[in-house]
C-alpha cells in the first residue's frame, strides 16, 4: 500500500479505517500482475465538496469542455454535506500501473487470470459491505465506493460530532 492511500485511509472516520485498509491489502493481493490499487479520495470537507460541485456549473472544468458544452464536464451532483466523502465513510480508487501510471481502465486485465483487475476490486469491496459507484442508477461514478448501513448522508448530518469532528454512531 502506498504513501498517499496510507494517508486518505488515515483521515478516514476511525470505524471503517482498519477494515479499507484490509480491502487495499486484499486487493492488492488479487491483482498479482503490474496493478495496484491506491485511494484518490477519502474524507472530503464541505469546501472541497462545494468546490467539485461547482465544477461545471458555476466554474469552469477543462474537462469536456466543448463549444456544446463550454462549462465542461459536472463532477458530482453532490453539494456540501450530501457526500458520503464529507463523512468519512466513502473512497474512490484507481490503479497504479507498474508503480507510476495511473489507469481508471475498468475493463483491462493486467495479471492476465481472465477477471478485469477493476472488478477483482469491485468484488473485493462488496464482500466487506461497500456498495459501488458503478452500480447506480444514474451518475454512474466508477472509482467510488461508500460503506453500507453509512451511505445516507441525510441520516449522517443529523448527528453529532465528536472532538475531532467525526459524526457519532
Same mark, same amino acid.
Given at each position: 500500500?502506498? #504513501?498517499?492511500? &496510507?494517508?486518505? @485511509? %488515515?483521515? $478516514?472516520?476511525? $470505524?471503517?479505517?482498519?477494515?479499507?485498509?484490509?480491502? @487495499?491489502?486484499?486487493?492488492?493481493?488479487?491483482?498479482?500482475?503490474?496493478?495496484?490499487?491506491? @485511494?484518490? !479520495? =477519502?474524507?472530503?470537507?464541505?469546501?472541497? !465538496? !462545494?468546490?467539485?460541485?461547482?465544477? =461545471?456549473? *458555476?466554474? +469552469?472544468?477543462?474537462?469536456?469542455?466543448?463549444?456544446?458544452?463550454?462549462?465542461?464536464?459536472? +463532477? *458530482?451532483? %453532490?453539494?456540501? =454535506? &450530501?457526500?458520503?466523502?464529507?463523512?468519512?465513510? %466513502?473512497?474512490?480508487?484507481?490503479?497504479?500501473?507498474?508503480?507510476?501510471? +495511473?489507469?481508471?481502465?475498468? *475493463?483491462?486485465? /493486467?495479471?492476465?487470470? !481472465? +477477471? %478485469?483487475? /477493476?472488478?477483482?476490486?469491485?468484488? #473485493?469491496?462488496?464482500?466487506?459491505? /461497500?456498495?459501488? =459507484?458503478?452500480?447506480?442508477?444514474?451518475?454512474?461514478?466508477?472509482?467510488?465506493?461508500?460503506?453500507k448501513g453509512y451511505n445516507s448522508w441525510q441520516k449522517l448530518?443529523?448527528?453529532?460530532?465528536?472532538?475531532?469532528?467525526?459524526?457519532?454512531?
Amino acid at each position: 500500500m502506498d #504513501i498517499p492511500t &496510507q494517508n486518505r @485511509i %488515515a483521515k $478516514l472516520h476511525p $470505524l471503517v479505517r482498519e477494515e479499507v485498509a484490509k480491502i @487495499i491489502h486484499e486487493c492488492d493481493i488479487a491483482l498479482t500482475g503490474r496493478a495496484k490499487i491506491r @485511494i484518490t !479520495q =477519502g474524507l472530503r470537507t464541505f469546501k472541497e !465538496q !462545494q468546490d467539485l460541485y461547482a465544477l =461545471g456549473r *458555476t466554474k +469552469v472544468n477543462p474537462d469536456g469542455k466543448s463549444l456544446k458544452k463550454p462549462m465542461g464536464n459536472k +463532477v *458530482t451532483n %453532490a453539494k456540501a =454535506g &450530501q457526500s458520503i466523502h464529507n463523512y468519512g465513510f %466513502a473512497v474512490d480508487m484507481v490503479l497504479i500501473i507498474d508503480g507510476k501510471n +495511473v489507469s481508471w481502465n475498468t *475493463t483491462k486485465d /493486467w495479471d492476465n487470470d !481472465q +477477471v %478485469a483487475d /477493476w472488478y477483482e476490486c469491485v468484488k #473485493i469491496f462488496a464482500k466487506h459491505g /461497500w456498495e459501488w =459507484g458503478g452500480n447506480w442508477k444514474t451518475f454512474k461514478d466508477l472509482p467510488h465506493f461508500d460503506k453500507k448501513g453509512y451511505n445516507s448522508w441525510q441520516k449522517l448530518s443529523k448527528l453529532k460530532l465528536d472532538k475531532n469532528g467525526y459524526v457519532m454512531l
